[in-house]
């Protein structure tokens, strides 16, 4: 059983349309969420974290954390081409701090 | 802030040869530093996680006496692929874990080694 599950995609939206992208996780013990974004060739780079339930905002992106449904989300608003990656939700569960990914989620924001 | 470099971006060897991959957290201390490895299409994959002035903790199916890594700085982790061969071809990503922004426990990636083994 995978501990973190993403939809693999692509999500395809259009431009200026906004963008979710979901993530689940089985271990309830988890601690801290991370959402990543990696382009084709690249090491992925930090979006946001959270910790606590609900949301949490930065610009154009919002993660959510719903803990007792083991749910993780991430919006973004005015979804731009540039947006367009794989998205990559980590989640920490407390041991030695690592961080279990998911596979992923492509996103394309077309035109 | 928050930045990891890696050295260097990409390396094409021949098989049995050793190749080192330098990570250097530059702009702040990093206890722990992770390895990571990633196939084309595929997510990332823990190989180890590197404590500075301790041995490295290895994930389970990777070889530890192949994939030597060193932390002997808070800023700077290395990992020596030994012997490589074409099946060890792949992205190595590391990442650096700075605990002094707000005692979160975030990974910042440093931007990847892509190594060919012919």
Known sequence: QKEVEQNSGPLSVPEGAIASLNCTYSDRGSQSFFWYRQYSGKSPELIMFIYSNGDKEDGRFTAQLNKASQYVSLLIRDSQPSDSATYLCAVNTGTASKLTFGTGTRLQVTL | ?118
């Open chain 2, 1 to 118: 802030g928050a930045v990891v470099s890696q050295h260097p971006s990409w390396v094409i060897c021949k098989s049995g040869t050793s190749v080192k991959i330098e990570c250097r957290s530059l702009d702040f201390q990093a206890t722990t530093m992770f390895w990571y490895r990633q196939f084309p299409k595929q997510s990332l994959m823990l190989m180890a996680t590197s404590n500075e002035g301790s041995k490295a903790t290895y994930e389970q199916g990777v070889e530890k006496d192949k994939f030597l890594i060193n932390h002997a700085s808070l800023t700077l982790s290395t990992l020596t692929v030994t012997s490589a061969h074409p099946e060890d071809s792949s992205f190595y990503i590391c990442s650096a874990r700075d605990r002094s922004r707000g005692g979160t426990d975030t990974q910042y990636f440093g931007p990847g080694t892509r190594l060919t083994v012919l």
